[in-house]
């Protein structure tokens, strides 16, 4: 405790971010340190587990020394650590897992350990301080694409997910067909803007009508068949084109998923009829500015108020892990020392 204040110290390491927070009375930020790794990486056009594992070993020391003084306090002062255990790269997760356990061990500490997505979705608590469960969410990151109904601060119901890749997963394979290379969502996001979105018709993968679930298989391939075709017939993929089929990948994939999370909504309001309904938004695709743009508008048109975090706390940190695990200790959970790290920990 500090001034009155609970404080959680929170560890995120589940891939390519070292991250380490201090959060006051489970909202507000007192210190919030993102080590990343995009430029080791992108040699390698894409995370390699191994390397990044090592990488958070190296970063980890200095990253907890600058989170508590940052936050203007001393691991005396923390009343919970926080830590990721899934899902996400074993190696990564294990890293942030024994360093959180050693803090809490060595200082006598609870320790609650942290799905991962619910973190995602708790980063809209931080910067929208009246939001409270229930409300509709969208989760899209490079794991996950899921439309969900929170129901308490650490409980959500699935309403709709992939069958196949996640949508951030499509934004880097894309990217890397066409050459943009990794990290790809933020480089399709960048490059669309000069594109034209309706340059090239890929097929709007809808499923089954009144389904909520998601595929990007397909689409995938057939970016990978038009690049090709291209290639074949000696056409060279400039800059222009690049960010034709940046452009046009990306608006057929975000009219789905738009689509898709108000049909859920609408089904929701009317569960709920005269209530305003609140949709929220998580993970790193929810930092893409077309995909914001376009879910504001519908939002605003069928009177859905809409949060979404700054991009910063739509990317992995620390500080939505140390929201997520305040919220649970509230709710009474706490880990053992025996916490284990779970790679393919479930939503
Ligand atoms: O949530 P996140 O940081 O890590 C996971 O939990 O997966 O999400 C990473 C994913 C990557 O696929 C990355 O390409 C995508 O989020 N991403 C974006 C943008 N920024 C990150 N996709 C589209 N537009 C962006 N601006
Ligand atoms: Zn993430």
Same mark, same amino acid.
Request: aromatic content about 6%; proline content about 3%.
């Given at each position: ?86 899902? $996400?790269?074993?190696? /990564?997760?294990?890293?942030? +897992?024994?360093?959180? *356990? ?5 200082? !006598?500490?609870? %320790? ?105 298989? $397909?689409?995938?391939? /057939?970016?990978?068949?038009? +690049?090709?075709?291209? *290639? ?5 993929? !400039?800059?222009? %084109? ?106």
């Amino acid at each position: 405790m500090k001034d009155g204040k609970f404080l959680t110290l929170a560890f995120e390491s589940s891939c390519d971010e070292t991250s380490i927070a201090v959060i006051a009375d489970g909202r507000e930020i007192l210190s919030n340190v993102i080590s990343s790794q995009i430029d080791i990486h992108t040699k390698f056009g894409g995370v390699v587990p191994e390397i990044a594992s090592r990488h958070h070993l190296q970063n980890i020391d200095w990253v907890y020394a600058q989170a508590l003084e940052e936050a203007g306090v001393t691991i005396d002062d923390i009343d919970l650590v926080g830590v990721t255990y899934g899902p $996400g790269l074993i190696g /990564a997760l294990l890293v942030g +897992v024994a360093y959180a *356990k050693a803090v809490a061990w060595a200082k !006598d500490i609870p %320790l609650v350990g942290v799905n991962h997505m619910q973190g995602h979705i708790s980063a809209n608590y931080i910067e929208h301080k009246d939001l409270e469960p229930p409300f509709m969410g969208l989760v899209v990151s490079g794991g996950h694409t899921n439309i969900i109904k929170v129901t308490d601060y650490n409980k959500c119901d699935i309403i709709g997910q992939t069958l196949d890749d996640a949508i951030g997963e499509a934004y880097d394979k894309v990217a890397r067909v066409i050459g943009l290379g990794y990290p790809g969502g933020p480089k399709i996001d960048r490059v669309a803007k000069q594109g034209n979105p309706e340059a090239i018709e890929f097929k709007r993968v809808y499923m089954d009508k009144d389904s909520y679930d998601f595929s990007y298989s $397909g689409i995938k391939t /057939a970016v990978i068949n038009h +690049v090709h075709q291209l *290639k074949q017939s000696g056409t060279e993929i !400039d800059e222009k %084109l690049q960010a034709d089929i940046a452009a046009s990948f990306q608006q057929a994939v975000l009219d789905v998923v738009v689509d898709k999370t108000m049909m859920a909504c609408e089904k929701e309001k009317e569960n709920h009829p005269g209530e305003k309904l609140k949709l929220a938004m998580a993970g790193g695709v929810a930092s893409n500015s077309r995909l914001r743009e376009m879910l504001q508008a519908r939002c605003d048109q069928e009177g859905i108020e809409l949060v979404i975090p700054s991009p910063v706390l739509c990317t992995d940190n620390g500080a939505m892990i140390g929201c997520a695990a305040y919220y649970l200790y509230k709710a009474g959970v706490s880990s053992d020392l025996d916490l284990d790290a779970n790679s393919k920990l479930e939503f």
